[in-house]
């Protein structure tokens, strides 16, 4: 099961995620500041999946922590793509947790950076 796969799937099923980021979700790896001329999706992960919620001595689901940033050059873009994240990862049923909202002078960057949590059942028990 690779997660980063699957929440990259989650936000890809979305056209209004797909449209505005156009291929820009990396995981782990984040852009250069001079290469933010369109938003960014970085997902990364923050704990390995913990194995959770056990029966007859089997765990069933994996408990996830990732963080979402987004990056671009605009406020209103920033935001309302965070809330897009925000709304699809609710229906995949990550709760969001903390997070930071910044913007970088040097640089103009906005960067909306949210923590989500969530379990995965298991794929090879099926």
């Known amino acids: 099961m690779d997660v980063l796969e699957i929440i990259y799937d989650v936000l890809m099923a ?3 995620i797909k449209e505005t980021v156009d291929g ?3 995981f782990y790896e984040f852009p250069e500041t001079g290469d933010v ?3 960014f999706i970085i ?3 923050l704990d390995v999946p913990l194995p ?3 029966a007859d001595n089997t765990w069933l689901t994996y408990e ?7 990056w671009s050059k605009k406020s209103t873009t920033t935001r309302e793509l965070s809330r897009q994240i925000r709304d699809a990862m609710w229906k995949f049923g990550f709760s969001q947790g903390s997070g930071v909202d910044e913007w970088d002078k040097s640089t103009g960057i906005f960067r909306d ?3 989500y949590r969530g ?3 298991r794929d090879d028990l099926l």
């Open 14 to 16: 979305d056209p209004s």
């Open 119 to 121: 379990k995965l059942y």
């Open 43 to 45: 997902i990364d992960p």
């Open 37 to 39: 001329t369109a938003p």
């Open 24 to 26: 820009r979700i990396k």
């Open 52 to 54: 959770k919620d056990f």
């Open 113 to 115: 950076a949210r923590r």
């Open 64 to 70: 996830c922590l990732f963080q979402i940033d987004v």
